[in-house]
């Protein structure tokens, strides 16, 4: 039987490294094998944990919630044909901006390593001892701070901050364009009360991991989007082997946040499975306390948000273009590559 139960150090411990990770002038987290794979840091058992918890989930008749980009009802915006016309045009900022905003709201992930997370076990009835929802405190919110932000015991080696950084720099240069304001928060606003059934803390820590989740969904879509622009071989071609090893830097970010996608996703999977204790005494059905809340997270970011973002980044493309003469008929051209609008 699979191993069920680790403990802070196990989910914590890397790989054997044959070569470390040094690119573009960073020294950086991870490692590879000696046949040249990429492994991500702390992964060494963090794979194996998930994937059994997983199975002993879905062994239950409990199957994992969908977190693919399948959830996302917009692609990235600009979409492909616009961002390549942009930098056709010269236009290289927006793209410089949503690399280095990535990389500042990915440092901002290290306070998972800070936070107090408080024990699943004293308000579920099942025993969970042997679930991931019971490892979330014992090192796994830990270790997911650790691969953003860089962990604060290891402070040599950068983390995805450095990673997307280094990324921009390969592609652009480095100091190519001033740096750009970084919105405070990428996630939902506060809404009040959504689980009056629970403790203050455990509501909030149930939203995070949520939108968190949610997060880590969009943030594949970008991936996608970020290795299609600096692998198309007409943009950036006067830098076409930088631009290479920065898609390759993506990738290796990519690889970094599939078990976060992996345990959060378990996490909440395993939680509709539960029975919780209610702060009047009763209980709830994990099932009938998650799925609206899941709902209207999965709603927020898909659709709320990204119709926001959409309508925010057609102004400031809009804005951009606007200050040269021929801006206008540029404007037009970028917006008539637009699916959306062209759908509509
Ligand atoms: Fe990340
Ligand atoms: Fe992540």
Redesign the pocket.
């Known amino acids: 039987m699979a191993k069920l139960s680790y403990t802070r150090d196990e989910l914590m411990a890397s790989h054997a490294y044959a070569r470390p990770h040094e690119r573009a002038g960073y020294k950086l987290h991870g490692g590879f094998l000696a046949d040249g794979t990429y492994v991500s840091p702390r992964v060494l058992n963090r794979w194996p944990a998930v994937t059994a918890w997983q199975e002993q989930l879905t062994a239950k008749g409990w199957p994992l919630i969908d977190a693919t980009v399948q959830l996302l009802k917009r692609g990235n915006y600009p979409n492909i044909p616009q961002e390549r016309f942009l930098l056709s045009q010269g236009y290289g900022q927006p793209f410089w901006n949503s690399l280095t905003i990535t990389g500042v709201i ?1 440092a901002r ?1 290290r306070a998972l390593c800070d936070l107090e997370a408080p024990d699943f076990q004293t308000i579920i009835e099942d025993d969970i001892s042997q679930t991931c929802t019971g490892h979330l405190h014992k090192g796994l919110l830990y270790a ?1 701070g650790a ?2 932000g860089g962990d604060p015991a290891e402070p040599d080696y950068g983390a ?1 901050d450095a990673m997307w950084f280094a990324a921009r720099d390969l592609v652009f240069g480095k100091d190519r364009y001033p740096l750009p304001e970084v919105p405070e928060s990428i996630g939902r606003p506060d809404t009040g009360r959504l689980m009056p059934q629970l403790p203050a803390g455990f509501e909030q820590l149930i939203l995070l991991l949520m939108n ?1 989740l949610m997060i ?1 969904v969009r ?1 594949e879509c970008f991936f996608a989007f970020c290795c299609a622009i600096m692998r198309d071989k007409d943009v950036f071609t006067d830098r076409r082997e930088q631009a290479e090893e920065a898609a390759a830097m993506v990738e290796r970010i990519r690889t ?2 599939a078990i ?1 996608v992996g345990y959060l996703q378990t996490a909440i999977s395993e939680m509709r499975s539960f029975t919780f204790k209610t702060v009047d005494g009763g209980t709830v059905k994990g099932k009938d306390l998650i799925d609206p809340i899941w709902e209207g997270m999965v709603h927020w970011h898909a659709v709320t948000q990204a119709d926001f973002a959409r309508d925010q980044t057609r102004e400031a493309v809009r804005a951009e273009l606007e200050k040269t003469p021929d801006g206008a008929r540029l404007f037009a051209e970028f917006d008539a590559l637009d699916d959306i609008a062209k759908a509509a």
């Open positions: 990915e992930g997911h691969d953003e995805h968190v880590e943030a970094d946040e976060h």
